[in-house]
T-cell receptor
């Protein structure tokens, strides 16, 4: 593994189903983030974690949950998917979460909820 | 509310220079980032500005004026591979990144 990986690459999901998007980084970064990207809108933060064991809500957290049991993994769960959650989801990480901290992005998961 | 404005789309010619503007209104300011995103790919970091002035990195330069809430990304000697979206993001007082919708840059031969 080099950098950040996400799985699956893409998924079509029936509304009402539960889905977990996986994110793993091997850079020993403290902070991790989940964004969604929709056409015509900027990246919107869903949840974040400044360090293992802690999580926080971003701009659009409703319908999503996260956990951060260790440094490397930061899964995003949709408890009961709805069509408005159709989007491209990016996981990102950064070394320390400070002002000049650069975020590095995974390749993304394209999710379609029908 | 917080707002980042960028043009939706720009077109330029191979070999030319293009300037992509970004204006922002945010609660606090802890730096401004530019990212490049090719279609279907992840955003990748280009530059970071926290003080006023110009930062140069090869063919790419980024300028910041905090008093005007304004930044631009300058791309010189344009190449076809520069066709991509360019995302402006500001780190606010909560240290979260607020993102613009991005500027799609189309390069013509």
């Amino acid at each position: 593994i080099a950098g950040i990986t996400q799985a699956p690459t893409s998924q079509i999901l029936a509304a009402g189903r539960r889905m977990t998007l996986r994110c793993t980084q091997d850079m020993r970064h403290n902070a991790m983030y989940w964004y969604r990207q929709d056409l015509g809108l900027g990246l919107r933060l869903i949840h974040y974690s400044n360090t293992a064991g802690t999580t926080g809500k971003g701009e659009v957290p409703d319908g999503y949950s996260v956990s951060r049991a260790n440094t490397d993994d930061f899964p995003l769960t949709l408890a009961s998917a709805v069509p408005s959650q159709t989007s491209v989801y990016f996981c990102a990480s950064s070394p320390a979460g400070g002002a000049s901290d650069t975020q590095y992005f995974g390749p993304g998961t394209r999710l379609t909820v029908l | 509310g917080q707002n980042i404005d960028q043009p939706t789309e720009m077109t330029a010619t191979e070999g030319a220079i293009v300037q992509i503007n970004c204006t922002y209104q945010t609660s606090g300011f802890n730096g401004l980032f530019w990212y490049q995103q090719h279609a279907g790919e992840a955003p990748t970091f280009l530059s970071y500005n926290v003080l006023d002035g110009l930062e140069e990195k090869g063919r790419f330069s980024s300028f910041l004026s905090r008093s005007k809430g304004y930044s631009y990304l300058l791309l010189k000697e344009l190449q076809m591979k520069d066709s991509a979206s360019y995302l402006c993001a500001v780190r606010d007082s909560n240290y979260q990144l607020i993102w613009g919708a991005g500027t799609k840059l189309i390069i013509k031969p």
